[in-house]
Nanobody
Framework: QVQLVESGGGLVQPGGSLRLSCAASGRIVSIYSMGWFRQAPGKQREWVAVITSTGSTRYADSVKGRFTISRDNAKNMVYLQMNSLTPGDTAVYYC???????????WGQGTQVTVSS
């Protein structure tokens, strides 16, 4: 099992910034991908960004240029820096951990991000 704990969500005004953090513990492996998904009320969960154990990153078109995903391997942490936030970014954000080659993946409990004036 891998445990994921997110933090950093909250209420922010349009144009503002937030930084989400995700701490991973448990059966961590050396080859993995960690990412962020989000789910807005009444909508399906959607992928936001991913970073691999090699440091490669990819972003959904909706956040490209505004969000940055990063990691700290020594601390088993992944971060999502979110800038230029809009009300459309309002959602519960979930951390995801994929143990590449092991056939299992894990989710955090989610952290609420609300963008409103």
């Amino acid at each position: 099992q891998v445990q994921l704990v997110e933090s950093g969500g909250g209420l922010v005004q349009p144009g503002g910034s937030l930084r989400l953090s995700c701490a991973a513990s448990g059966r961590i492996v050396s080859i993995y991908s960690m990412g962020w998904f989000r789910q807005a009320p009444g909508k399906q969960r959607e992928w936001v960004a991913v970073i691999t154990s090699t440091g490669s990153t990819r972003y959904a078109d909706s956040v490209k240029g505004r969000f940055t995903i990063s990691r700290d391997n020594a601390k088993n942490m992944v971060y999502l820096q979110m800038n230029s936030l809009t009300p459309g970014d309002t959602a519960v954000y979930y951390c995801h951990y994929d143990r590449v080659g092991w056939g299992d993946d894990y989710w955090g409990q989610g952290t609420q991000v609300t963008v409103s004036s």
